[in-house]
């Protein structure tokens, strides 16, 4: 076992024990809070609003992820090709959209709570993975696609056993790049009512408790790194199982 | 048997493959060689229909190529390319039953036949199996490229510089390789090459294309003897007495009688004779076949056999 992996597992582990058990945790953030003030977070269960944060950041990256793929399929079919201009500019608006304006844009039309926050995520994660499923598809061995269609593999054939397995490190990395933008973005859906961590750090603004702010800033934090390297390594282990391991990502 | 009628391909004004006609008898291996840009792989490629022909037409063994959908053609068409192209994603024996798999041959049927491919093509299949082709030499991916391609048994196989990406020791191994297993299956080949030297190794006919052109299509001797252009003179190069005499065998020219020193086996070419004769100083070489002395064979033969064809 790796030092690095070490490290994580440790990281983890104290995670998960602060979100069962965050009283035991007192002394750490004791210093931070003025006198009176409660210490750990109290109008909410921190593990509940931690689910519901991943609940809405994984449903929303489902989403991005079937219609970006999608996309990005249809467009490097001979018969989508013309829809490639007009599909790049669909996902470049998604991105260029600031979170916050998607947000108060889709209040009036979805009134407060999840629904907007799940639609500026994900808006924002559309691109990322297009754009990688793009590349992934489009930079394949031309020797390979050559072989493939040569042993009379349909498209759909080549689509399946080929590129798509291929082209999935790529993708991957596409869907760790969207998943952690939302992770943090989905702490300003707090604004419009969503139950994120973001509730955590807002009372902290409020109340002025350093503390607070701390608790919920972390905890994001240390998910995004862990999300992260999870799936990194998860690419890494796909490029070698698919013998790609000198190929770039 | 394939035989191409007045095939073309146009690409915008050019015409990369112009009015090409030829037939390659079954069982025959014919090599196509020109420079690149000659049109020699699109010509190679409108066989099996990657590239569709703007006109003209592919008959093998007389039924039009246009008569099924391309992929059912190109399924019993083997196919093997410059860079071998496996799948990186799967392991050998995935790679060698891609076609089998996509004809339906249930799993014991293609088992044994990528066991009797691996083991053709002297590759351990309990130890080879399992690797996926990056964990393979270049010299054994290209064998495993053309396993994959003679998997399905097909009559006819397809080869796009085959051996272009190897060095010259496992190159010529390669190609002889190619050669036994021909004889083996009877496969026809077509096989696309820019040089000449393989071509006369390998090729009962050579068809040499320039600029879309076929300028000449031949046996290897008529090739050498009498080039139809300046093109095709040069492609050959300045040593035609030399590649004239690699193509025959020692053993037609045994005669009787003895002769010194180290001896020559009969299924030597007069190439190497020629030059074991010149590098050891000798006038004439003992003839072995199986070990056992069965003549001899002169440099005077030999020199008569290296002169222009009359």
Redesign the interface.
């Known amino acids: 076992m790796s030092v690095g992996l070490v490290i994580r597992l440790i990281v983890l582990a104290l995670l998960v024990a602060f979100l069962v058990s965050p009283q035991t945790f007192v002394f750490v953030f004791r210093p931070l809070v003025r006198a009176g003030q409660p210490v750990i977070y109290n109008q909410g269960s921190l593990i509940d609003l931690t689910l519901n944060h991943l609940a809405i950041v994984g449903t929303a990256m489902v989403l991005a992820t079937a219609l970006a793929v999608g996309l990005a399929i249809l467009v490097t079919r001979p018969f989508g090709a013309e829809f490639l201009a007009l599909s790049r500019s669909l996902a470049n608006i998604g991105q260029t959209f600031p979170p916050v304006a998607v947000l108060a844009l889709a209040v009036p039309v979805l009134g407060f709570g999840t629904a907007p926050t799940l639609v500026a995520l994900f808006l924002y994660g559309l691109l990322p993975i297009f754009e990688n499923t793009l590349t992934g598809l489009t930079n394949l061995?031309p020797?390979?696609t050559?072989?493939?269609?040569?042993?009379?593999?349909?498209g759909r054939?080549r689509l399946m056993r080929?590129e798509l397995?291929?082209a999935l490190p790529v993708i991957l990395a596409g869907i760790r790049l969207s998943t952690v933008i939302a992770l943090a973005t989905a702490t300003i859906g707090s604004t419009v009512a969503a139950r994120t961590l973001g509730e955590v750090i807002i009372a902290g603004l409020l109340s002025r408790n350093t503390a607070f702010v701390a608790q919920g800033g972390i905890i994001v934090g240390i998910l995004a790194v862990l999300i992260y390297d999870g799936l990194s390594a998860i690419e890494r282990m796909l490029m070698r199982?698919?013998?790609?391991?000198?190929r770039q990502a | 048997m394939i035989e191409i009628q007045d095939l073309t391909k146009v690409y915008g004004e050019t015409a990369v493959v112009d009015s090409v006609s030829l037939t390659v008898p079954a069982g025959q291996i014919c090599v196509v060689v020109g420079t690149s840009g000659s049109g020699k792989t699109t010509l190679m490629r409108m066989i099996?229909r990657?590239v569709e022909p703007t006109s003209g037409q592919v008959l093998i063994d007389g039924q039009d190529t246009r008569a099924e959908p391309p992929?059912?053609?190109?399924?019993?068409i083997g196919?093997a390319?410059?860079?071998?192209?496996?799948?990186?994603?799967r392991t050998v024996a995935e790679n060698i039953g891609?076609?089998p798999k996509?004809l339906g041959w249930d799993k014991a049927r293609t088992d044994a036949r990528i066991d009797e491919l691996l083991t053709l093509f002297q590759l351990d299949p309990a130890e080879y199996r399992d690797r996926?082709?990056?964990?393979l030499s270049g010299g054994q991916q290209q064998r495993v490229?053309v396993a994959?391609a003679l998997a399905a048994g097909p009559n006819i196989l397809?080869m796009d510089e085959p051996f272009g990406a190897l060095d010259p020791v496992i190159r010529a191994k390669a190609q002889d390789d190619l050669l036994a297993i021909q004889r083996r299956f009877e496969t026809t080949v077509v096989l696309v090459t820019h040089d000449m030297e393989e071509a006369i190794h390998l090729g009962n006919k050579i068809a040499v294309m320039d600029a879309g052109k076929l300028l000449q299509y031949a046996t290897p001797e008529e090739i050498i003897a009498n080039p139809a252009t300046e093109f095709v003179a040069e492609l050959i190069g300045g040593d035609r007495s030399f590649r004239l005499l690699s193509l025959s065998k020692v053993v037609a020219f045994v005669e009787p009688g003895e002769a010194q020193g180290e001896p020559i086996d009969s299924g030597a070419n007069l190439r190497e004779a020629y030059a074991e004769c010149l590098w050891s100083g000798r006038e004439a070489l003992p003839v072995t076949r199986d070990g056992e002395h069965i003549g001899r064979i002169t440099l005077t033969e030999l020199a008569r056999h290296a002169a222009r064809p009359q």
Do not use: D, K, W
């Not at chain 2, 996926?132 to 964990?135: I, Q």
């Open positions: 061995p020797t390979v050559e072989a493939a269609r040569g042993m009379g593999m349909t054939q080929v397995p291929l199982r698919t013998g790609q391991a000198g | 099996n990657l992929h059912m053609l190109r399924r019993r196919y390319i410059q860079g071998h192209g496996l799948f990186p994603h891609t076609v996509l996926l082709p990056s964990e490229g994959r397809l």
